[in-house]
Antibody, heavy 127, light 105 residues
Framework: QVQLVQSGAEVKKPGASVKVSCKAS????????ITWVRQAPGQGLEWMGW????????NYTQKLQGRVTMTTDTSTSTAYMELRSLRSDDTAVYYC????????????????????WGQGTTVTVSS | DIQLTQSPSFLSASVGDRVTITCRAS??????LAWYQQKSGNAPKLLIY???TLQSGVPSRFSGSGSGTEFTLTISSLQPEDFATYYC???????FGQGTKLEIK
């Protein structure tokens, strides 16, 4: 079945880096994008950015520009999200999700949705 | 940046009720809006994309409407499994609304 399986929980000190993996299975990895979303404890969802697996193009939220890098390894169908210079407010559950583009009956692009999600990876930043 | 404001932030309702959640965008986003449901401790689930298209497998009691700056998510007859938090998302830069927590009255 179609699924995304993420790496395990991480505990990091402030200033360190973390790299979360997201392994896809059950579909053609290069035909979809991967989006990363995080959720701080008790808070809402925050879109971090996405990567086109097809060509490697990325689009990051302005808030994380310079600290986040999203990559993929098509040989293993795995996506990665690295966040550097960690701070306490980076403590959150990090989700990867498959980005699916949708088209109408005339093949006109009508938007995308995140239709398959990983189980989430808890990243705790604490001294 | 485009901001999304959901109302209400909290909603108390009973099984069988019809409920509507509103999402307002600070600028027009055409129909580039999606809705997600999140149950406690779980990953979100896509309900609706392109403002009004129901994702495959989602019950027909869910519906979405709107375009431009005002959108609604309606649940026609609440079921016990619908009590969750709902988020809208604009697709130009990915921003989410702050969420609407739907609780049992």
């Amino acid at each position: 079945q179609v699924q995304l399986v993420q790496s395990g929980a991480e505990v990091k000190k402030p200033g360190a880096s973390v790299k979360v993996s997201c392994k896809a299975s059950g579909y053609t990895f290069t035909s979809y994008g991967i989006t990363w979303v995080r959720q701080a404890p008790g808070q809402g969802l925050e879109w971090m950015g996405w990567i086109s697996v097809f060509n490697g193009n990325t689009n990051y939220t302005q808030k994380l520009q310079g600290r986040v890098t999203m990559t993929t390894d098509t040989s293993t169908s795995t996506a990665y999200m690295e966040l550097r210079s960690l701070r306490s407010d980076d403590t959150a559950v990090y989700y990867c999700a498959r980005r699916t583009n949708y088209y109408d009956s005339s093949s006109y692009y009508i938007g995308y949705g995140m239709d398959v999600w990983g189980q989430g990876t808890t990243v705790t930043v604490s001294s | 940046d485009i901001q999304l404001t959901q109302s209400p932030s909290f909603l108390s309702a009973s099984v069988g009720d019809r409920v509507t959640i509103t999402c307002r965008a600070s600028q027009g986003v055409s129909s580039y809006l999606a809705w997600y449901q999140q149950k406690s401790g779980n990953a979100p689930k896509l309900l609706i994309y392109a403002a009004s298209t129901l994702q495959s497998g989602v019950p027909s009691r869910f519906s979405g409407s709107g375009s431009g700056t005002e959108f609604t998510l309606t649940i026609s007859s609440l079921q016990p499994e619908d009590f969750a938090t709902y988020y809208c998302q604009q697709l130009n830069r990915g921003t989410f609304g702050q969420g609407t927590k739907l609780e049992i009255k």
